[in-house]
């Protein structure tokens, strides 16, 4: 399927190399942003990150961990009370603060945030996103320096949980997934409580208010209100 140029890596995350420090994931040329998050890929993040060598490099200071593959880089910081699933990567200072839930697959590259009473799962934050507060991150992919405002929710599964599809143009196309909350692309601000629906794409620079509900696909420098 020919999937329009801004559902791809390269509009999305424009400033992205793959050559900022610690772990990096690599997206596939030609596939939209998603691809990354289909858990049966062979190329796939559940794939990627299994590939990844490491350990805890950090001396524990209170946090909770449980399961095999916790990756944590020595210049990152887990706060005392964070809550820690394996396999997961904590890359160059990330911060993960106290009370934070990071799941399975969670990917957290250098310099991000991952904050208070905020969960992630089999998500990317790449470097320099940041949910601090209160946030929910499931099967989603944040560009750099995107930011949740407290209490914003990335939606990733349908009530009747069938197959995610993204509305393009007014057209409803399938996604491929069951769980898929959104990509942002770089610099996008999400206001207090807002949330985006399964399968929603925000091009760079979109700005949502707060308590504002998105659904599906959109270019760069688009504000919802």
């Known amino acids: 399927m020919d999937w329009p140029e801004a559902t791809t890596p390269a509009a999305l995350f424009p400033s992205f190399s793959g050559t900022e420090g610690g772990a990096v994931p690599h997206f596939t040329t030609g596939q939209p942003a998603w691809s990354l998050l289909d858990p049966s890929s062979q190329d796939g993040l559940k794939a990627q990150m299994n590939a990844i060598t490491g350990s805890i490099e950090i001396e524990e200071r209170g946090f909770f961990t449980a399961g095999d593959g916790i990756i944590i880089d020595s210049s990152a910081t887990v706060e005392a009370g964070a809550y820690l699933i ?14 934070a839930y990071v799941r399975e697959y969670s990917w957290i590259c250098a310099d991000a945030v991952v904050g208070h009473s905020t969960e ?6 790449l470097p320099g996103a940041k949910a601090p507060h209160f946030n929910y991150v499931g099967d989603s992919i944040l560009g750099a320096n995107v930011n949740l405002g407290a209490g914003t929710k990335l939606s990733n599964l349908r009530n009747d949980g069938g197959e995610v599809h993204l509305r393009i ?15 942002l692309g770089e610099g996008c601000a999400l206001g207090c409580n ?32």
Do not use: Q
């Open 86 to 99: 394996g396999p997961c990567y904590i890359g160059p200072r990330a911060v993960v603060r106290s009370g």
């Open 120 to 125: 992630v799962k089999h998500s990317i934050l």
């Open 169 to 183: 143009n007014g057209e409803r196309m399938a996604s491929g997934l069951r769980k898929f909350g959104a990509i």
């Open 194 to 225: 807002s949330v985006t629906n399964p399968g929603v794409v925000l091009g760079c620079g979109n700005v949502v208010w707060p308590n504002v509900t998105v659904t599906g696909v959109h270019g760069p420098n688009k504000e919802h209100r």
